[in-house]
């Protein structure tokens, strides 16, 4: 089964330092996201486990996408930087 | 000096000339207008907003026949929803795209972000162009590029409308 997306993101945006972003409106659950965190960020057309390095006050939501698949990288989500 | 955005409210005339001679200045100038001090006194005052700009790399041009990727389709609505995050944070319409440039497709294809997509769109940078969107050299990395328009519906349909090829991604594997 898919899993759900946590945050709604063109994953071709990149920021000018290279990161994907989306925004914190397209969260699913605004408060999950923060930095270290890992969730699925995307939309039907392409989908990924991804890092949020960081969340702008403007609610720029910066993250890096993990190159595995979701299946492969499913038991990531959720996890956080010690 | 660049301002970078956690430092949002600076609102004197010296950030705002330093703005405007960085290299990749980060706030947009809502306006100008004229302050009377009195006795024939005025000074210039500016505005500016707390939008984003985005860095740009001056100079560079694509050729009319570079081809440039997209992942996934050119759906109308995830098109529209993708420019109007754009225009939240960066006050214009913009849908990112990488030019292929320095590797081949394949390359580029097997490699984040693309390889998460099941289909990818090409178009020429000339199609683009020619169709009145403008194709602006946006970041850092030296692929990507953002369509960018004005007007969300007259720019989405605009590319939509433009020649482009979808083809499956080899690469992908779900």
């Known amino acids: 089964m898919e899993p759900e997306i946590d945050l709604v993101a063109d994953l071709n945006s990149e920021d000018d330092d290279g990161l994907g972003w989306s925004s914190l409106s397209d969260a699913r659950d605004a408060a999950q996201v923060r930095p270290g965190v890992m969730l699925v960020a995307g939309n039907r057309f392409g989908k990924a486990v991804v890092r949020v390095m960081a969340v702008d006050e403007d609610g720029q939501v910066h993250f890096t996408v993990l190159p595995g698949t979701l299946e492969k990288n499913r038991h990531l989500v959720g996890r956080a930087l010690a | ?174």
């Open chain 2, 1 to 174: 000096m660049v301002v970078r955005p956690p430092h949002r409210d600076i609102g004197t005339l010296a950030v705002l000339l330093t703005c405007c001679v960085t290299p990749a200045p980060r706030y947009r100038l809502a306006g100008f207008a004229a302050l009377e001090l009195g006795s024939g006194l005025s000074v210039l005052v500016a505005t500016i907003t707390g939008m984003k700009l985005r860095l740009l790399r001056v100079g560079d041009h694509l050729d009319e026949d570079t081809v440039l990727v997209r992942g996934g389709e050119l759906d109308p609505e995830v098109l529209k929803a993708d420019a109007r995050r754009y225009h939240e944070v960066y006050e214009t319409y913009g849908i990112s795209i990488f030019a292929v440039r320095g590797m081949t497709l394949d390359e580029m294809a097997q490699q984040v972000p693309l390889i998460r997509f099941r289909g990818l769109t090409l178009v020429t940078a000339g199609e683009l162009i020619r169709s009145g969107l403008r194709l602006e050299p946006t970041g850092r990395n030296p692929r990507h590029y953002t369509v960018g328009f004005d007007d969300l519906g007259q720019g989405v349909k605009v590319l939509t409308d433009c020649r482009h090829q979808v083809m499956t991604n080899p690469y992908y594997d779900g």
